[in-house]
């Protein structure tokens, strides 16, 4: 089965402009999660959607992210303005529902780099 | 305060020989406890998950337990192999408003020697 599919991979912008990444989960699951993760960390959650509703949102910078899920499938996670310590990757992942024993199935993620 | 922990300490061990790693944590109740795998540039790639009813679980060479009395997972490689070098994330799943969340913690470097 296809794997979780994130682009781009790679992404370098100035400080203050906009930036957007692109997931497609594994076809029929419905909870999809991106994440952010600095260089030395764990992967820290930024959002969670239950096919296209929004579960968990708490630690998402609202000021300057946006994420949205289109139809329950694809989801865009939206940057604007950018700044230095938004310097990151961005790890989308998907699972087959919201239980805590679901495994979670992770994209390579995006590497952005904000100059 | 709610803490995750991991050793911060690259580990490196000689082929061969059993590679333990730790995850402790605070002010969690976790249900569930997962292990990953992560290589450079690439996902987490999940390993195991253990319930907190369970005191252990294998897969080939690979063996979790969980405490939940001393609030600490180990998780253990025998027989380990260079190509077992990688970086290890522990994450328990937090319940808010009836939702599971994953908290990961911030992952042990291990480096297998040949």
């Known amino acids: 089965e296809a794997g979780v599919a994130q682009s781009p991979r790679y992404k370098i912008i100035e400080k203050r402009q906009s930036v957007a990444f692109w997931c497609n989960p594994i076809?029929?699951?419905?909870?999809l999660y991106w994440y952010q993760q600095i260089l030395g960390q764990g992967p820290k959650l930024l959002i969670q959607f239950q096919n296209n509703g929004v579960v968990d949102d708490s630690q998402l910078p609202k000021d300057r992210f946006s994420a949205e899920r289109l139809k329950g499938v694809d989801s865009t996670l939206k940057i604007q303005p950018a700044k230095l310590e938004d310097s990151a990757v961005y790890l989308c992942?998907?699972?087959?529902?919201?239980?805590?024993?679901?495994?979670?199935?992770f994209g390579p993620g995006t590497r952005l780099t904000v100059l | 305060s709610q803490k995750i922990e991991q050793n911060s300490e690259a580990l490196n061990i000689q082929e061969g020989k059993t590679a333990t790693l730790t995850c402790n944590y605070t002010?969690?109740?976790?249900?569930?406890l997962q292990w990953y795998r992560q290589d450079p540039g690439r996902g987490p790639v999940f390993l195991l998950l253990i319930r907190e009813n369970e005191k252990e679980k294998r897969k080939e060479r690979l063996k979790v337990t969980f405490d939940t009395t001393l609030k600490q997972s180990l998780f253990h490689i025998t027989a380990s192999q260079p190509a077992d070098s990688a970086t290890y994330l522990c994450a328990l799943d937090v319940v808010t408003s009836g939702t599971y969340k994953y908290i990961f913690g911030t992952g042990t470097r291990l480096k297998v020697l040949a």
């Open positions: 002010n969690y109740s976790p249900a569930y």
């Open positions: 992942a998907s699972s087959s529902g919201l239980a805590g024993y679901n495994e979670q199935f």
């Open positions: 076809s029929g699951h419905a909870t």
